[in-house]
């Protein structure tokens, strides 16, 4: 069983900046690629950031130049710096991550999600 747990969500002014952070636990292997998702209310899920196992990570043009996603692999663990936060970033905001299991099977977990409030 494999889990992944966010937190450091919660209600900033516009300008400021929070850290999210993804937990993962379980019977892991190995984590191949990590990204986190937002989901606005009323818009669909939406990719803000990834990172591949190995690869160039890659961001919403939205975030770009405000948002750094990190990854600590001896951790398990995959972070969100947000910067500039804007009113438009609410929204809750979702790890997810491609792993394989003792198993050798490989799927995709989510988090339960962890909600940012901008004000304005």
């Known amino acids: 069983q494999v889990q992944l747990v966010e937190s450091g969500g919660g209600l900033v002014q516009a300008g400021g900046s929070l850290r999210l952070s993804c937990a993962a636990s379980?019977?892991?292997?190995?984590?191949?690629?990590m990204g986190w998702y937002r989901q606005a209310p009323g818009k669909q899920r939406e990719l803000v950031a990834a990172?591949?196992?190995?690869?160039?990570?890659n961001y919403a043009d939205s975030v770009k130049g405000r948002f750094t996603i990190s990854r600590d692999n001896a951790k398990n663990t995959m972070y969100l710096l947000m910067n500039s936060l804007k009113p438009e970033d609410t929204a809750v905001y979702y790890c997810?991550?491609?792993?394989?299991?003792?198993?050798?099977?490989?799927?995709?977990?989510w988090g339960q999600g962890t909600q940012v409030t901008v004000s304005s």
């Open positions: 990172m591949p196992s190995g690869g160039v990570t």
């Open positions: 379980g019977s892991i292997f190995r984590i191949n690629a």
């Open positions: 997810n991550a491609d792993i394989r299991g003792y198993d050798f099977s490989t799927r995709a977990y």
